[in-house]
């Protein structure tokens, strides 16, 4: 077996780990997956209570990265996110030393990321695009390897800030957590329940989820299929689309390129299909299409908008 595959099967092997503790939302491990190989942040969205941060826990346990949580609540500060500079005095003089803040992490849970006001959630911008803090004048660099995966509740809820759309720009990929089955919901119970049920285990480590990320990076891509993903991100700005006021940034479709290839990696595959690339769009573009007044009215959704781009190439090309 070659180094490729056996990295293709321990990451298969954290899937299924995984699972054992998060019952159904396959696809929902899969995308978070495919970010943190892929080097990205995720913004999980779903009602309270749907496991989005016994998830991020255990994703931090099986691929063995040191785990920090911020709550976010609407009296959080800035410094509380980064850390601050305190005094130190001793016997013949005083000093700033630096006391780090939960920020310096592998996986950072941001838990309710929208309940904070505006100007704390911006103290995350640096760290999850430059992997640095700024405090004072001095920079400190984050751990590496680095992700924020931050959960959001729906705003439509009570208490809710919507996120600046700079922030909403550097997460890889949005991810909708749904509500379960009803067999999926017993097996939640029941695992909840069961003190005696098989935890997940740690299966990799920092270093060899690093070499994978380098692997999935060097995976190829034809420039068909490269059209098609420019193609994807340039419809976004279709000024013909009553439905869409702002289209994606360029980030997107960078963001659709590595997500791409990740998903081969993944699969076994040496190269990037047609699939990859619509599968990834979804939670590449949901959260960087600005929806028009019409949009709201009419109840057309961003993801709707991205199936009927889709469609409309998929029909072009044909």
Do not use: W
């Not at 293709?8 to 299924?16: D, G, P, V």
């Not at 959260?287 to 993801?303: C, G, K, M, Q, Y």
């Amino acid at each position: 077996m070659s180094e490729i595959e056996e990295m293709q099967a321990k990451l298969a092997a954290c899937e299924r780990e995984i699972g054992k503790e998060i019952i159904g939302q396959r696809d929902v491990i899969r995308s978070v997956m495919l970010a943190v190989l892929s080097g990205g942040n995720v913004l999980l969205e779903g009602m309270p209570g749907l496991g989005k941060t016994r998830l991020v826990n255990t994703i931090s346990h099986v691929l063995n990265l040191s785990f920090k949580r911020i709550q976010f609540t609407p009296d959080l500060m800035p410094g509380d996110i980064t850390g601050t500079n305190i005094m130190v005095r001793d016997a013949e003089s005083s000093s700033f030393k630096f006391e780090p803040g939960p920020i310096f992490a592998n996986i950072i849970l941001a838990d309710e990321i929208n309940r904070a006001t505006p100007k704390t959630q911006s103290a995350l911008l640096e760290a999850m695009q430059e992997h640095s803090v700024t405090v004072g004048n001095i920079s400190h660099r984050v751990p590496e390897p680095f992700f924020v995966l931050a959960t959001q509740n729906p705003i439509e809820q009570e208490g809710t800030y919507p996120l600046p759309e700079a922030q909403l720009d550097r997460f890889m990929f949005k991810i909708l957590v749904g509500f379960p089955s009803k067999n999926e919901l017993k097996g939640i119970v029941d695992l909840t329940e069961d003190r005696r049920a098989e935890k997940a285990q740690t299966l990799i480590t920092a270093e060899e989820l690093v070499r994978a990320s380098e692997m999935a990076g060097d995976i190829k891509i034809a420039d068909a299929v490269m059209d098609k993903i420019l193609d994807i991100v340039m419809a976004t700005h279709d000024r013909n689309n009553k439905y869409i006021r702002e289209g994606a940034s360029p980030r997107a479709a960078q963001a659709i390129v590595k997500g791409a290839k990740a998903r081969a990696f993944m699969e076994g595959r040496y190269n990037v299909s047609f699939d990859d690339v619509e599968s990834v769009a979804y939670p590449v573009l949901r959260h960087r299409i600005l929806l028009s007044f019409d949009a709201v009215s009419d109840n057309v959704t961003e993801d709707k908008i991205i199936t009927g781009i889709i469609q409309k190439l998929g029909t072009q090309n044909g």
